[in-house]
């Protein structure tokens, strides 16, 4: 029996944690640093000077057969090295490959190599080029993005030259990001509708889990400020067969193949974000983690043990394995903080968690929550995911909205309107953002 050590604290490795605990091959699970909804909680954050250490030395001491990574930042710091230097096994790439996250350019530059489609872009460090560069561009739309990693604040799609020059003056001129915002890339506006996929990875081979679409904006409509995910759903119509099909040959194939060549193989999920128009993808960005709200709809859906999945990709050994879904769709709505995205409440005391555990065809995976006593407290922006799952998705949407109503904190706030792309489809209609649920 197995040992599992989940790195994080948000929805995505609550996530994670039940869909491990639900192997029968797991034994125990343990989440670092966790929240209020996480088995066996060590309180060990990767984010501190000594933390990845810290986290090798438990796993090291209590026998942990195999850690997964959920959040990029330590990835991006490499403790997969720090992993293997010792023998302890983990599902993630190495610091290398996590590149492909971590530094922007680095990963279009990836593409253009290997001839895997991607928006024109041009990489900038200074100010004055990047300006010249936006000056003599056609006026329209331009994707203003920091080079390296910014928590998801890092983009700004431009209507205009003039809002690209304001973009590039916050980021290199206030340096609003710092760091991150070093190297600039100037991209293309691509157009079409997004979707992600996560794929599994042994180095060679990829297995893909179900297709999901994000909804990064925080009001109703896709209208309001970008946010870290307002919610989720599964699978994505507009990744039919024939698309998922192109993704895989002429993104995922050519991405591990080039790794590969290069020196830097990649092991872990590897997301990538797609802009699909007229059947035909391009990648918005590649993420080398799992996604977050994306993994609370798409792991409800498995049926395959998700443990054997990723500890035959860890040994680079995913050969003979599947990923098998059950039918339907499930669909999940983030329960945010009253004055999320900006500053938010911190402590508001969560009500209807037990009501809510009684309800059919519904996950609750916490987020910012904490322990205070006897109560569980928000102590985040995305406090908690409600995912619902059915037999449509029009079943899975009800579900979550059903968990969303039973839950309630002071200044709590969520979305309508998740799924709304996928429920037109199902009426065989464009449907427009439905309002006032
Ligand atoms: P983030 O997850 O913060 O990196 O934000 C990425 C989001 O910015 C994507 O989900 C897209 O909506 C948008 N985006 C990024 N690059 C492009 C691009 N070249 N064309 C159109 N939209 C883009
Ligand atoms: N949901 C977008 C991300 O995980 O980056």
Redesign the pocket.
Same mark, same amino acid.
């Given at each position: 029996m197995a040992k599992v050590l989940v790195v994080g604290g948000g929805g995505r490795e609550h996530a994670l944690a039940a869909a491990l605990e639900r192997s029968p091959r797991v034994q125990a699970v343990y989440t670092a640093p966790g929240n209020a909804g996480t088995p066996n909680n060590v309180p060990i954050d990767a984010s501190e000077a000594t933390g990845l250490e810290k986290l090798a030395d438990f796993a090291e001491s209590r026998g942990i057969d195999l850690t997964v990574v959920g959040p990029e930042a330590p990835l991006c710091a490499g403790i997969e090295g720090g992993f293997r230097g010792r023998g302890l096994p983990l599902f993630g790439p190495s610091r290398q490959a996590a590149l492909l996250e971590g530094d922007?350019g680095h990963a279009r530059r990836f593409m253009r190599r290997h001839g895997i489609p991607?928006?024109d872009?041009a990489v900038f460090d200074s100010l004055a080029e990047a300006q010249g560069h936006v000056r003599a561009m056609p006026e329209g739309?331009l +994707?203003v993005?920091a080079g390296g990693l910014?928590?998801?604040?890092? +983009?700004t799609?431009c209507g205009s030259r003039a809002e690209a020059l304001e973009a590039l003056a916050g980021l290199m001129g206030r340096r609003l990001l710092g760091a991150a915002a070093d190297t600039v890339l100037i &991209?293309?506006?691509?157009?079409g509708e &997004?979707a992600s996929i996560l794929a599994l990875c042994d180095g060679r081979r990829a297995l893909y889990l179900a297709s999901s679409q994000?909804h990064?904006r925080a009001l109703d409509g896709d209208l309001g400020p /970008?946010t870290g995910g307002m919610g989720a759903y599964a699978p994505a119509p507009v990744v039919t067969p024939e698309v998922l099909a192109a993704v895989d040959r002429r993104i995922v194939a050519p991405t591990l193949r080039g790794l590969a060549e290069e020196g830097t193989p990649y092991r872990g999920c590897l997301y990538v974000?797609l802009?699909i128009r007229d059947g035909a993808p391009r990648v +918005? &960005?590649y /993420?080398c983690r799992f996604g977050d709200p994306e993994t609370q709809a798409v792991l409800p859906l498995l049926e395959s043990d998700l443990f054997d999945l990723l500890a035959g990709a860890a040994r680079g050994e995913l050969g003979g394995l599947a990923v098998r879904n059950r039918p339907g769709a499930a669909c999940c709505v983030v329960l945010a903080a009253g004055g999320y995205p900006g500053a938010y409440e911190k402590d508001k005391v969560i009500r209807g968690l037990e009501q809510a555990a009684g309800l059919p065809e519904l996950h609750v995976y916490h987020a910012g929550t904490r322990r205070l006593g006897e109560e569980v407290v928000s102590s985040g922006g995305r406090v908690l995911g409600v995912t619902g799952t059915g037999a449509s998705i029009r079943e899975a949407v009800a579900a979550a909205y059903r968990g969303a109503a039973a839950i309630g904190f002071e200044g709590c706030h969520y979305r309508r309107d998740i799924g709304y792309r996928a429920l037109g489809r199902a009426l065989g209609r464009a449907l427009g953002p439905p309002r006032g649920r």
């Open positions: 922007k991607h928006p872009f739309p +994707v993005k910014a928590g998801g604040k890092g +983009v799609v &991209e293309e506006c691509l157009q &997004e994000d990064k /970008n974000g802009m +918005v &960005e /993420n």
